[in-house]
């Protein structure tokens, strides 16, 4: 036995049925749309055919479903055949006014749709993108500069363990007496070298 159902839900029902025609036809021309800037853009037939074909499947798919979804939300999961027609002259009306519009004007809105997507391109995306790029420009540089940080200060930690190592081996090397401590006192004026041996006969001349 079919439940029963009053003309109220019965009215809703099939107003919401062809609201949801009307949806689908939308959508529709949304993939029609699609398909012109395809065909504009060149591309090769098979990828555009087995997109189209997918695409008409999840046509199908989604209206099956929506269609499913409102049977339960208005008669509790009770089949209404009547809802079918009410969603195809939904389908059908948008087809024959607002579908054939946009159909009519898909060059236009292919054209303001180009001009969105370029200022888009040049006013949004371009600096997102520029001020991405700097920003990873400055930490690679902030990055790079700690490693070369860290790396001087291991440089000069390994330096100062290295004098201090040889000055340890030096002073015990000097107080060993294995290798003579250097003299700070000034040299005498005995033990100076005697420049004017190798200078020439007039150089010595000029300087006496």
Known sequence: ???YLSQESLA??????FLLGLLIGAVYSLFSIRRAAFLKLHVPRIPSAILLHLEDFLICIAAGAMLSILYF????????LMAIPALGVGILLWRLTAG???ATCTDR????LAIL???ILRRILRPIGRAVQNAVRRLHRHAVARRERRFYRKLERQAKKITLRYGAALAAAAGHGTIPTPHLQRRSAKSRPNRHKNL???QKERSK
């Open 117 to 119: 997507c370029r200022w």
């Open 109 to 112: 809105i292919l054209h303001l």
């Open 100 to 102: 054939r519009l946009i």
């Open 12 to 17: 809703v029902l099939l107003l919401r049925a």
């Open 200 to 202: 020439p006969k007039k």
């Open 73 to 80: 939300a208005t008669t509790s999961g009770v089949l209404r």
């Open 1 to 3: 036995m079919t439940q």
